[in-house]
C-alpha cells in the first residue's frame, strides 16, 4: 500500500480515506474517490496548485481525457481551457519515484500533436518543468514558473 510523502509543491489538506486495506483519495473535479496512488497523489496536489496557487477555474479543467495517437488510446492526465473553451496547459503527472527525462518529455510531445496546447506541464511532484510552445517558430522555451490563469 502507497504511503504518500511531502511533495515540492504547497501542502493542502486532501481528503483520503481506507476500506478494506486499500486508500482512496478524493478527486474534487470528478466528485468520487479514486484509489491513492503515487501518481494520483501527484495529480491531486497539483489540481490543488493550479485552482488554488495559480488560479485556474476548477470548471474548466478535464483530467484523464481520451486522445488517439497513431490509431493508439491514449488518456492526458490534466487538460486546462480558457473562456472560450481552447485548450491552454496540458499537464503529464508522474509518481514521485519515476525521474523526468527525455521519454517524459517526448510523452507529452506527442500527446501536444493531437492538443496543440502553448503551455505543457510535466511533474512528478518533486520536479515541475513548464514550457511555452511557439507553433508559429516551432520553437519551445522553458519557463521558471506557470503563469496565473488570465482567461
Known amino acids: 500500500?502507497?504511503?504518500?510523502?511531502?511533495?515540492?509543491?504547497?501542502?493542502?489538506?486532501?481528503?483520503?480515506?481506507?476500506?478494506?486495506?486499500?486508500?482512496?483519495?478524493?478527486?474534487?473535479?470528478?466528485?468520487?474517490?479514486?484509489?491513492?496512488?503515487?501518481?494520483?497523489?501527484?495529480?491531486?496536489?497539483?489540481?490543488?496548485?493550479?485552482?488554488?496557487?495559480?488560479?485556474?477555474?476548477r470548471s474548466l479543467i478535464r483530467l484523464e481525457g481520451g486522445l488517439k495517437l497513431n490509431s493508439l488510446q491514449k488518456r492526458s492526465d490534466i487538460l486546462l481551457f480558457n473562456r472560450h473553451g481552447e485548450k491552454i496547459l496540458l499537464v503529464e503527472c508522474k509518481a514521485p519515484s519515476v525521474?523526468?527525462?527525455?521519454?517524459?518529455?517526448?510523452?507529452?510531445?506527442?500527446?501536444?500533436?493531437?492538443?496543440?496546447?502553448?503551455?505543457?506541464?510535466v511533474s512528478n511532484g518533486l520536479q515541475h518543468f513548464c514550457?511555452?510552445?511557439?507553433?508559429?517558430?516551432?520553437?519551445y522555451r522553458f519557463a521558471e514558473e506557470l503563469p496565473e490563469y488570465s482567461g
Not at 479514486?34 to 496557487?53: A, C, G, K
Not at 517526448?106 to 496546447?117: E, G, M, W
Open 1 to 57: 500500500m502507497f504511503k504518500p510523502g511531502p511533495l515540492n509543491l504547497p501542502s493542502y489538506s486532501l481528503k483520503i480515506k481506507e476500506e478494506n486495506g486499500t486508500s482512496y483519495i478524493f478527486d474534487e473535479i470528478r466528485k468520487k474517490y479514486l484509489v491513492l496512488t503515487p501518481e494520483e497523489w501527484v495529480r491531486q496536489h497539483l489540481i490543488q496548485f493550479l485552482i488554488r496557487d495559480k488560479k485556474y477555474p
Open 99 to 121: 525521474k523526468i527525462n527525455q521519454d517524459t518529455f517526448d510523452q507529452i510531445a506527442r500527446y501536444n500533436f493531437v492538443h496543440k496546447v502553448p503551455w505543457l506541464l
Open 131 to 139: 514550457c511555452e510552445i511557439d507553433f508559429e517558430k516551432q520553437s
